[in-house]
């Protein structure tokens, strides 16, 4: 049982990649997921989160307006535009416990391994 997040790379400061992540061992459309990022020396924080049904979504404030999460029934994606080298990090998909779905990490109980975003100046 595992997530796999997919799609990360280098990309000059203002383009755009989408992460993908997809379940192994599981039904991915069972659950609501997160997309969460750590970036060098600094805490894990939030990005976005989608519902089951992707009905629901939940994005961090400050990434508002350029990062988008959307879901067919595989596969739960994170499109990121407009990138700024702030925005270097890794980036990890979740499985969520609470439905909808939330923003906090304690609320996720799998996560993927990560895959690492790196944006130039």
Do not use: H
Not at 9 to 34: D, P
């Amino acid at each position: 049982v595992q997530l796999q997040a997919s799609g990360g790379g280098l990309v000059q400061g203002g383009g755009s990649l989408r992460l993908s992540c997809s379940a192994v061992g599981f039904t991915l459309n069972y659950y609501g997921i997160g997309w969460f990022r750590q970036a060098p020396g600094k805490e894990r924080e939030a990005v976005a989160c989608i519902s089951k049904t992707g009905k629901v979504t939940s994005y961090e404030d400050s990434l508002k307006g350029r990062f988008s999460i959307s879901r067919d029934m595989y596969t739960v994606y994170l499109q990121m535009d407009n990138l700024e080298p702030e925005d270097t990090a890794v980036y990890y998909c979740a499985r969520g416990l609470m439905p909808p779905c939330t923003l906090t990490a304690r609320d996720y109980n799998l996560w993927g391994q990560g895959t690492l975003v790196t944006v130039s100046s």
